[in-house]
């Protein structure tokens, strides 16, 4: 096994273990998702990196059929059961971003929120990033989203890895990896994979980005 192997593994089993608690800290989705998917339709919605499924919900309402696809096999058996109490049609993959398991250009909307950040290498990353770009329609769309070093958690300019702990009811603490961006490294990923960015802004402590497949470019920076 390679060290990124084990550093992918430990992701897995750090949200495993944590799953429980997570979700109930994540009830609702963000409003950037909700501001995302206004107006917008397809046929196939990808939620990568769904955690507990409450991002599978609004895009359930946009399109005809919702993936939802984790690392946590814990998690997705939450996000199951909360799709079953809501009424929310999904199927859950569990698998890793950097390798969907879809075939190309099936994906009409995508999100792609508040996980990139946790895969272990740059070229993970990247190949993450280039794996969205294969599976989505020639004209679809995704959100993706990272932590950024604007949050004001951190003081830093530049990009950088660390572990962020997530502590349980009873005290123990779980380090999480994470690699917090700065907004222009975060560009340079986007403009360095197979994707077009048409849009991006920061908001709460993170970099957004409204990107689809390779073609002509139109471009917005705000924020």
């Not at 398991?101 to 990033?129: F, G, I, K, M, W």
């Not at 700065?182 to 849009?199: G, I, K, N, Y």
């Amino acid at each position: 096994m390679t060290e990124e192997d084990a550093d992918r593994r430990a992701v897995r089993t750090t949200y495993d273990r944590i799953a429980p608690h997570f979700s109930e800290t994540r009830a609702h989705p963000w409003p950037q998702i909700t501001e995302f998917l206004d107006s917008r339709n397809g046929g196939v919605g990808l939620d990568l990196g769904c955690g507990n499924g409450r991002h599978a919900e609004p895009l359930a309402d946009r399109c005809e059929r919702v993936v939802g696809l984790d690392i946590s096999r814990s998690l997705l058996d939450i996000a199951d059961e909360r799709a079953a109490e809501r009424g929310v049609e999904a199927g859950w993959l569990q698998g890793d971003a950097a390798a969907v398991p879809l075939r190309a250009e099936t994906v009409d909307l995508a999100l792609y929120v508040a996980a990139l950040h946790h895969l272990p290498s740059r070229e993970a990353r990247r190949q993450s990033l280039d794996d969205l770009a294969r599976v989505l329609a020639a004209d679809g769309r995704a959100l993706v989203s990272v932590w950024s070093v604007t949050h004001g958690k951190f003081d830093a300019e530049s990009g950088f890895d660390t572990t962020v702990d997530w502590t349980l009811p009873d005290g123990e603490t779980v380090p999480r990896y994470y690699h917090i961006y700065d907004p222009e490294e975060f560009a340079a990923d986007l403009d360095a994979s197979a994707l077009a960015v048409e849009q991006t802004f920061t908001d709460s402590g993170n970099c957004f980005a409204v990107v689809r497949g390779k073609g002509k470019r139109t471009y917005q920076t705000t924020g």
